[in-house]
Nanobody
Framework: QVQLVESGGGSVQAGGSLRLSCAASGYSESAYLMGWFRQAPGKEREGVAAIHRFGSTYYADSVKGRFTIAHDTSKNAIYLQMNSLQPEDTAMYYC???????????????????WGQGTQVTVSS
């Protein structure tokens, strides 16, 4: 059974940093895409960043230059380094894995096959 487990969330002040981790288990081949999504209270879930199995990366405009996604394919893990955090980054952050190549973009949530339970990030001003 595929499992995605996020960790690394917490509370920081504006300008601070956090590093999220997502450990995947239950499958042997690398996912086509793995991504980070977030959902703030009262808002829809949105894409934050994604990484292709061969290393191409994608970012939401709101986090470009501040967040960095990376993967360790040997460990089936992805990471999200978040710098210069702002209160608007406060959200539950979810890891997701997509196994099929489709014409949709990386933010197409319905094409992700597996999701983690989330880790909370809170940024205070």
């Amino acid at each position: 059974q595929v499992q995605l487990v996020e960790s690394g969330g917490g509370s920081v002040q504006a300008g601070g940093s956090l590093r999220l981790s997502c450990a995947a288990s239950g499958y042997s081949e690398s996912a086509y895409l793995m991504g980070w999504f977030r959902q703030a209270p009262g808002k829809e879930r949105e894409g934050v960043a994604a990484i292709h199995r061969f290393g191409s990366t994608y970012y939401a405009d709101s986090v470009k230059g501040r967040f960095t996604i990376a993967h360790d394919t040997s460990k089936n893990a992805i990471y999200l380094q978040m710098n210069s955090l702002q209160p608007e980054d406060t959200a539950m952050y979810y890891c997701a894995a997509r196994f099929l190549a489709r014409s949709s973009t990386w933010v197409a949530q319905h094409d992700y096959n597996y999701w983690g339970q989330g880790t909370q990030v809170t940024v205070s001003s």
